[in-house]
């Protein structure tokens, strides 16, 4: 991703996450932390592979892996993110670009770099037991900083520091040992350090001057043999950030590739070499990529290096879906781990792998080996698959929102279905057809709140008629069995009152219902001047709500919840907001802290992490999600990706409001229950296929 200031305690609750974009990721490729890249193209043909898969032979291990751990680590953790008592806002790893800090002053960080307390063979089994089966470790970052004994510069582990050990070979050996395939990431291009290494943004001290063709022949291409050379088979050569690398320069790499004939390499060595595997980082694609290999890297907080104050973990339940929806749409996901200085894992990374571990140990079974799910969509969760040698098929079913009505629908599945079972402990569920797909029969509760997975064998290859899409403002079969109910019916106002009148605002100019939508007209973009707000006549606690939006250029609206109307404002009436806006145009999205002010964020507290491609272009119609469970974790979603999450009445979501709009308005956000608001901001928006279901 680009080079970014590091988010507040927002994305502790952001994530993710987790997340797509269609054949590559939303505009150019993503360094894994640093900027974009636009030197390799979106269809790339260079040196004549045109994007093709690459060698099967070599990528069978990997197709079956389906999850790997990725390691930043190196001299940058020691200052942790604090240069001269002040925090850096950048990544750990990036932090002597962004504070220009002269090549004598870091190299001092060596002196101090001591990591006594690695275990490498204590790591390997970390990333075994939370069902990891392969581990890419950085060899050196672009720092220029090698972690490995290195004769091509002294600027490495064994010279330089009071360590004096080769962390590469100690790794090594510890993988051998228990079976678990190695990776080298290596920083080619970008080398602050190493006189004639790139710099992103340019040099900063005049250490660093020197001829790039030089660096390559001295420095990098030396290094690249060591590290393919001297620690026994490499998996895979991680490239990263190829600034001002030209196709001469990346082919002079080429034959070293030829010492690790079955490794595989990703997409960023630049030159338009395309290698074997795309890279989309910090997001998975909606569709995965199709007709190429590729790895989501993703991280467990805000950072890839260690950040002494980076406290903004993911929760395990997040982690394991985006490893679900990355297998889901036929991916890999990398995993990545920052280490301390010491060599130990910070003691939220130990936690959130036990945890991941604890629902790989039960499930498994459905992500190792499996192919993206042949559901173009699916209202209840994922699927990932496999053709079994019979030519028979498996689905496995991770079910998110258990279905209320005991029973759960697949659908638009035509096959003859040979069993359904609960894979946790094999129970055999009873199954049936319909028109809407096939039906299962459930127990009354889930297994696993993160996902219960159904394992269900099909006749065949799948085969999957696409479901006949309700008109708006209705619901289907199975929405009406598992509990949802419209709050707009496409032709009364019915349930929504004005908010500060109690009556339907019909005021000319204001609110219409016509063509099957509720519409607030433009009345000039000023906020609630017009005829105000609307709310619902009821009031909610825990819900999953549901609705679809369209707005028009320079939008700006938003619909609430836990709205009480006790405040008694003269404005739009005061709750948690899911905003609706034209990011592009509107200007509120430069406004607010590190976008929280944007589509779907939760306005003024949370910025919402959304892919391009999910964006649905202004006229068009997008569809919002708010869930509000009873134990008060939210999740906002638009267009069916979860774009953040948080919790509510937190100690941190206490921390966002104190310093958002909202810090004198007392308990914000907490009430017990509290209306549903669609806001009139003074422009053109439409609603409609409003719909809502209680949570217990």
Not at 138 to 150: C, E, L, P, R, Y
Not at 439 to 468: C, F, H, N, Q, S
Not at 649 to 661: D, I, T
Not at 674 to 687: C, K, N, T
Request: with cysteine.
């Amino acid at each position: 991703m680009k080079k970014s200031t590091l988010l507040s305690a927002a994305i502790f609750f952001s994530f993710l996450i987790s997340l797509a974009a269609r054949a590559g990721g939303a505009g150019a490729p993503r360094s894994s932390d640093g900027p974009a890249r636009t030197d390799i193209p979106r269809s790339p043909d260079a040196f004549g592979d045109k994007g093709r898969m690459a060698d099967t032979s070599k990528m069978d291990w990997w197709n079956k892996a389906r999850f790997g751990m990725f390691i930043h680590w190196g001299v940058y953790s020691v200052p942790g993110g604090i240069y001269q008592g002040k925090e850096d806002p950048s990544l750990g790893e990036w932090i002597m670009q962004h504070e220009k800090i002269p090549v004598a002053t870091y190299r001092e960080y060596a002196k101090s770099f001591n990591p006594t307390e690695y275990d490498p063979e204590s790591w390997v089994l970390m990333a075994q037991a939370a069902g990891m089966k392969y581990i890419v470790i950085t060899s050196k970052h672009h720092d220029g900083f090698a972690m490995f004994d290195s004769k091509a510069s002294d600027w490495n582990i064994v010279k330089a520091t009071p360590y004096g050990k080769d962390i590469l070979k100690l790794l090594a050996e510890a993988c051998r040992k228990h079976g678990m395939k190695l990776g080298f990431y290596y920083s080619q291009a970008n080398d602050w350090n190493n006189p004639g290494g790139a710099a992103h943004k340019g040099h900063w001290d005049k250490a660093q001057d020197g001829s790039m063709d030089e660096y390559i022949d001295k420095v990098a291409i030396p290094q690249v043999r060591e590290i393919l050379t001297n620690y026994g088979d490499v998996a895979e050569l991680w490239w990263d950030v190829p600034t001002d690398m030209t196709k001469e320069r990346a082919a002079r790499f080429l034959p070293l590739l030829s010492l690790q004939p079955n490794m595989i390499t990703n997409d960023r060595l630049g030159g338009g070499i395309t290698g074997d595997l795309s890279t989309p980082e910090q997001h998975i694609p909606a569709t995965g990529i199709p007709g190429r290999n590729w790895e989501a890297c993703m991280t467990m907080n805000d950072t890839w290096g260690y950040k002494i104050n980076d406290h903004h973990w993911k929760s395990g339940r997040t982690l394991v879906r985006n490893l679900i929806e990355t297998s889901s749409k036929g991916g890999n996901y990398l995993l990545n781990v920052g280490p301390e200085p010491t060599g130990k894992f910070p003691a939220p990374i130990t936690g959130l792998l036990k945890e991941i571990g604890a629902w790989m140990k039960v499930n498994s079974e459905s992500i190792y080996g499996t192919v993206a799910s042949p559901f173009e969509r699916l209202p209840w969760g994922r699927c990932t698959s496999r053709v079994e040698p019979d030519g028979n098929t498996t689905l496995y079913l991770h079910v998110y929102d258990w279905p209320a009505s005991g029973e759960l629908t697949v659908p638009g599945l035509t096959n003859r279905v040979l069993s359904a079972k609960l894979l946790a402990n094999g129970s055999e569920l009873k199954t049936k057809k319909n028109k809407e797909g096939v039906l299962i029969d459930v127990p009354p509760a889930a297994l696993d709140t993160i996902a219960t997975v159904i394992k269900l064998e099909i006749r065949g290859k799948a085969e999957i008629t696409k479901p006949v899409e309700a008109p708006p403002n209705t619901l289907t079969k199975a929405e009406k069995r598992d509990g949802w109910r419209l709050l707009f019916d496409g032709k009364t106002s019915g349930d929504w009152v004005g908010a500060h009148t109690g009556e339907f605002p019909s005021k000319p100019g204001g609110w219409i219902i016509k063509d099957s939508m509720i519409t607030i007209q433009n009345s000039g973009g000023e906020e609630a001047k017009n005829v105000g707000d609307i709310v619902t006549k009821e009031q909610f606690s825990a819900f999953d709500l549901s609705f679809e939006f369209r707005l028009s250029k320079g939008a700006n609206s938003g619909v609430k919840y836990f709205v009480t109307l006790d405040e008694n404002t003269s404005g739009s009436a005061i709750g948690l907001e899911y905003q609706s806006l034209d990011d592009k145009v509107h200007p509120d999205a430069k406004l607010g802290r590190n976008g929280n002010r944007t589509l779907a964020s939760l306005y003024d507290l949370i910025p919402a992490h959304k892919p391009e491609d999910y964006i649905r272009p202004i006229g068009a119609w997008n569809t919002g999600r708010i869930v509000v469970y009873p134990d008060n974790r939210v999740e906002h979603y638009l267009n069916g990706f979860k774009v953040l999450e948080y919790v509510r009445r937190s100690p941190a979501y206490k921390a966002l409001v104190a310093e958002s709009k909202y810090k004198d308005w007392k308990n914000f956000g907490e009430a017990d229950q509290g209306h549903i608001l669609l806001q009139d901001h003074g422009f053109e928006v439409s609603f409609r296929s409003i719909k809502i279901k209680t949570l217990k």
